[in-house]
C-alpha cells in the first residue's frame, strides 16, 4: 500500500446495535460527527496518522473503537482499540464516638470496578 491509496479514515464506536461513526478525516480535512463535537478531535490530522483525542472521558465513552483506513484499490484496513473507564469515589471516613469512649470507625469507597476497602492496624 503506498500512502496515497489511502482515500478517507474513519473512527468508529463499536455499539451493541451497530457500529457509530465518530469521526472521519479525507482530502477534504477533518470531520467530527454531531454526537461527538467538542469532545473528540484529531491529534494527528493526515491519511497516514490519524489519531483521536477523547476529551473528558466518562463512563458512556467505555467501549471498543475502530479505525478504518479506506484504500484505493485494496479496500478497507482497520485496526481497533478498547477504553475502560475506571472511577474511584471516596474513600470516605466516618468516626463516631460513643458514650463509653469507644470510637467507631467506618471507611467506604465507590466506583468501577468495585474498590475492596482494607485496615491496616499500625
Not at 478517507?8 to 469521526?23: F, L, S
Amino acid at each position: 500500500m503506498k500512502p496515497e491509496d489511502v482515500r478517507q479514515v474513519t473512527w468508529q464506536k463499536e455499539t451493541t446495535r451497530a457500529n457509530e461513526n465518530v469521526a472521519t478525516y479525507s482530502k477534504r480535512g477533518p470531520n467530527v460527527n454531531l454526537p461527538f463535537q467538542g469532545k473528540v478531535e484529531f491529534e494527528d490530522e493526515g491519511l497516514q496518522n490519524c489519531s483521536i483525542v477523547i476529551r473528558g472521558v466518562s463512563r458512556g465513552d467505555e467501549s471498543c473503537y475502530k479505525c478504518l483506513f479506506n484504500t484505493y484499490p485494496d479496500g478497507p484496513i482497520s485496526g481497533r482499540t478498547c477504553l475502560r473507564v475506571n472511577e474511584l469515589y471516596g474513600p470516605s471516613l466516618l468516626i463516631t464516638q460513643t458514650n463509653n469512649s469507644h470510637s467507631t470507625l467506618s471507611c467506604s469507597a465507590t466506583g468501577q470496578p468495585v474498590p475492596i476497602v482494607t485496615w491496616d492496624n499500625t
